[in-house]
């Protein structure tokens, strides 16, 4: 299992540029105006995330290359967190839809795999219908 984010090439200095600029908007808006108001407090200018923001935007302009090794990290952890991500998500998918499926089926008695053993069978396989030349006419 390889959580490592690929990246085949370095990133150019308008993509780091782009990044710090991106990042520093996201922490602005979340850590700055939405986390506040959810926590139902005012919004304060001379807080934390502004000055990151501030840094942030400064350094894309002036020196993007310096962001590349919080791009790593932020990569790495984009990385891990959709590893988590897909496996919660497909978990729950599971138990959501094809859990209550096969329920269903089994109250049912519903086999759509035919999976029941018939020890008289010669062979399990099943043929196939052979279309009608009409067909041809109108294959849609």
Do not use: C
């Amino acid at each position: 299992m390889s959580l490592h984010a690929p990246q085949t090439e370095p990133l150019s200095n308008k993509e780091l540029r782009n990044f710090g600029l991106i990042l520093g908007t996201g922490v602005a808006m979340f850590f700055g105006i939405v986390f506040p108001l959810l926590r139902d407090r005012s919004i304060d200018p001379t807080s934390w995330p502004w000055y990151l923001t501030l840094v942030l935007a400064a350094v894309a302009m002036a020196l993007p290359a310096l962001l590349r090794p919080v791009h790593a990290v932020w990569m790495r952890i984009g990385a891990v967190l959709g590893f988590v991500n897909t496996r919660i998500i497909l978990g729950v998918i599971y138990l959501t839809v094809f859990t209550p499926i096969a329920m269903i089926f089994k109250l049912l008695g519903k086999d759509p795999m035919r999976r029941t053993f018939d020890p008289k069978a010669a062979s399990y396989r099943i043929g196939s219908r052979q279309p009608k030349p009409e067909n041809l006419n109108r294959p849609y």
